[in-house]
């Protein structure tokens, strides 16, 4: 356990995360209406924005990480994680806690969000000067 706190990398567990804000980006641009598909589950994400509005911000989000991964610039690695951390979150109490509590949403956005506050954690653990 110590080791994943304080030892392990942090790089394939971001560049995992980044790419599934990619996915979930490119899922909401897709041709077909995914907030009418089920408008109980996606219906705190409506009340904030379109399907493609909230595309933007996975997209915006996995390109701002892979940059950040690529260029190994950690503060805005670490920026991205904390970013990440707080749109799972989001995604997890208006797709999950209020609509579908019985729904997969809710412990696969939790997970993502436990996953991006371990990078944060990680990266700003270390303490390397920018």
Known sequence: MRA???GAPSDPVEL???LQLLALGLWLFGPWDTFESDPVLYAGMAEFGTAPQW???G???AW???LSLLLDWRRLRIVSALL???VWVFLALAMGAPT???SSALPLNLTRA???GWIYFRLDRTRIRF
């Open 55 to 57: 595309g933007s911000v």
């Open 84 to 86: 990440s951390f707080v």
């Open 4 to 6: 994943i706190l304080t």
């Open 16 to 18: 995992f995360n980044h």
């Open 64 to 66: 701002l990480g892979m």
């Open 100 to 102: 579908h509590w019985t």
């Open 114 to 116: 436990l996953a991006s």
């Open 59 to 61: 997209l915006g989000l």
